[in-house]
Nanobody, 115 residues
Framework: QVQLVESGGGLVQAGGSLRLSCAAS????????MAWYRQAPGKQRELVAS???????NYVDSAKGRFTISRDNAKNTVYLQMNSLKPEDTAVYYC?????????WGQGTQVTVSS
């Protein structure tokens, strides 16, 4: 079983930056895909960014050019660097570990961007 703990959320003004961290309880070296999702009030949870063991990344269109996902296998941590934040980025951000047989979710961290 993998436990994921997100941190780094908070309140920031539009145009600002935040770096989210997702710390795993065990090794993430062999986890095929690590990802960040977000869920805004009244909306469905959506994929923001993902990264494979090989370092291949994928982003939702609205995050391209502003967000960067990375993984540090030595620290068992995945990061989401978010720049040029917009009010529409306001949401709870969740970390997800996609393994072969099941997936694991963190508890989420709130990101609020004021205009």
């Amino acid at each position: 079983q993998v436990q994921l703990v997100e941190s780094g959320g908070g309140l920031v003004q539009a145009g600002g930056s935040l770096r989210l961290s997702c710390a795993a309880s065990g090794s993430i070296f062999s986890i095929p895909v690590m990802a960040w999702y977000r869920q805004a009030p009244g909306k469905q949870r959506e994929l923001v960014a993902s990264i494979t063991t090989g370092g291949n990344t994928n982003y939702v269109d609205s995050a391209k050019g502003r967000f960067t996902i990375s993984r540090d296998n030595a620290k068992n941590t995945v990061y989401l660097q978010m720049n040029s934040l917009k009010p529409e980025d306001t949401a709870v951000y969740y970390c997800k570990a996609d393994m072969v047989v099941r997936s694991y979710w963190g508890q989420g961290t709130q990101v609020t961007v004021s205009s």
